[in-house]
T-cell receptor
Framework: EAQVTQNPRYLITVTGKKLTVTCSQN?????MSWYRQDPGLGLRQIYY???????DKGDVPEGYKVSRKEKRNFPLILESPSPNQTSLYFC???????????????FGNGTRLTVT | DAKTTQPTSMDCAEGRAANLPCNHS???????VYWYRQIHSQGPQYIIH???NNETNEMASLIITEDRKSSTLILPHATLRDTAVYYC????????????????FGPGTSLSVIP
């Protein structure tokens, strides 16, 4: 089944303790992206990647890191989490929109992170 | 900032058509209009997209004005399960892979389907 898999679904951690949220897709998509969602603010893009080893900042990249060493994986790293990073996080992927293929974003089921 | 604006909320009677508007007055020629919806806190779900022609699929219809500055998503016979937040976004398509592909979501429209 074509899907975007995020882990974990729920995570409670303490300030300053490094964590990684994993994202994997099995659709051979070039494009992957991370979003955070907070009440009343919609989805805000954190980072995105056009292909392996190609990443770029979204609108709210501060406090986050990403890497794209393999096409299927795009982990989100919080080196020193803070309470203002408490949020619902979504990973998404698609084909490169410039290709002839339709390129809707496929989203994972989300990771609810709480930083105390 | 989001490139689209949508009403904050709308109501629709069950069984009637739901017409959700979106303004994208600064859209450029190579930008597509995409619609997604999000039920509760699930991952957003793709509905439909278009460039300049009207589109229809099994879920909805998309009407894009001739000047492309606005569009309307139509759910022909709304059901209670269509209650969700609907997002209209624009996304650039390029024949050249660039590093620029920010996909910006606004707050969306909260649609309530009423029995």
């Amino acid at each position: 089944e074509a899907q975007v898999t995020q882990n974990p679904r729920y995570l409670i951690t303490v300030t300053g303790k490094k964590l990684t949220v994993t994202c994997s897709q099995n659709m051979n998509h070039e494009y992957m992206s991370w979003y955070r969602q907070d009440p009343g603010l919609g989805l805000r893009q954190i980072y995105y990647s056009m292909n392996v080893e190609v990443t770029d900042k979204g609108d709210v990249p501060e406090g986050y890191k990403v890497s794209r060493k393999e096409k299927r994986n795009f982990p989100l790293i919080l080196e020193s989490p803070s309470p203002n990073q408490t949020s619902l996080y979504f990973c998404a992927s698609s084909f490169f929109l410039g290709s002839s293929r339709d390129s809707p974003l496929h989203f994972g089921n989300g990771t609810r992170l709480t930083v105390t | 900032d989001a490139k689209t604006t949508q009403p904050t909320s709308m109501d629709c009677a069950e069984g009637r058509a739901a017409n959700l508007p979106c303004n994208h007055s600064t859209i450029s020629g190579n930008e597509y209009v995409y619609w997604y919806r999000q039920i509760h806190s699930q991952g957003p779900q793709y509905i439909i997209h278009g460039l300049k022609n009207n589109e229809t699929n099994e879920m909805a219809s998309l009407i894009i004005t001739e000047d492309r500055k606005s569009s309307t998503l139509i759910l022909p016979h709304a059901t209670l399960r269509d209650t969700a937040v609907y997002y209209c976004i624009v996304r650039v398509a390029s024949l050249v892979k660039t590093s620029y592909d920010k996909v910006i979501f606004g707050p969306g429209t909260s649609l309530s389907v009423i029995p």
